[in-house]
């Protein structure tokens, strides 16, 4: 009889009540939730990590592209190089693609898109012909006021933008361009412009294309432009950002 209770005993002491079994799901639920908790707040932090370095790498390459479009400002005759209207910064460029032909109308601008502004980028297809190029540089203009579905598909969205401002070095100040009287254009005649294309190609003698092509009128071209863009609250990159580009011949871009 003695031997037989200590059996029981020793039978009861090795399994578990429905309680213990109980108060240990509930710990392992709790201490699930827990780890859970602590495995969706490592995700969320990634994910808004990498959102900011996604945000802070498509600015600095919107402004990396600002100043290579600047620095291959291009020179035709009887065509500004670079203009501003206070809605739109055009500006004709040179191919990227070393020993490419043609030219290309660069625009950038600002547009409410759904509810929020945006700073946006333009770019033609390239372009050989004088008539090309007048038609790109009145479609860059349009596409600053009221986009067509085609001009929508040639625009790269850079950044959220709340508004921006420009101004032009001349004469050793920064002005608004819109108080300048200079145009960017070339200093040619119409006879010579007229046998001439663009993008170094040429349909007429030697020398009328040298007459075209002519040379800057002075001051006509700013030797910098300062970019002052305002960013709005809640983005990776908030506040005010200034960027200056000189000329190349002057040192280069800042």
């Known amino acids: 009889m003695h031997a037989r209770q200590v059996s029981c005993g020793q039978h009861r002491q090795a399994g578990f009540t429905l309680v ?17 908790r602590g495995l969706d707040g490592m995700v969320g932090a990634n994910e808004r990590l990498t959102a900011h370095a996604d945000d802070v790498l ?31 910064l055009r500006l004709l460029r040179r191919d990227s693609q070393s020993g490419a032909q043609g030219l290309h109308v ?3 601008s600002q547009r409410l898109i759904g509810s929020s502004g945006y700073w946006l980028r333009w770019q033609s297809p390239p372009l050989t012909t004088r008539a ?17 579905d085609e001009d929508r598909r040639l625009e790269v969205r850079i950044a959220p933008l709340m ?15 819109l108080s300048s009287a200079d145009t ?25 294309n040298s007459a075209a092509l002519g040379t800057a009128t002075p001051g006509a071209m700013p030797d910098g ?30």
């Open 20 to 36: 213990e079994l109980l108060v240990a799901l509930a710990l392992m639920a709790l201490m699930a939730a827990l780890s859970w």
């Open 58 to 88: 498509t600015l600095q390459t919107g402004l990396a592209q600002w100043g290579a479009d600047l620095d291959a400002l291009a020179l035709q005759p009887n065509t500004p190089s670079i203009d501003w209207d206070g809605r739109a």
């Open 106 to 108: 660069v625009a950038w």
């Open 132 to 148: 090309e190029l007048q038609a790109a540089w009145s479609q860059a203009a349009r596409w600053a006021q009221n986009p067509s």
């Open 163 to 177: 508004s921006w401002q420009l101004f032009f070095y001349r004469g050793g100040a920064w002005t608004n361009p």
């Open 184 to 208: 960017g254009t070339v200093a040619t005649t119409p006879a010579a412009a007229a046998s001439a294309s663009v993008g170094g190609t040429s349909t007429g003698s030697t020398a009328a």
């Open 225 to 254: 432009v300062r970019l002052r863009l305002t960013l709005p609250a809640g983005q990776a990159v908030s506040g005010v950002l200034t960027r200056d580009w000189s000329s190349p011949a002057l040192g280069g871009s800042q």
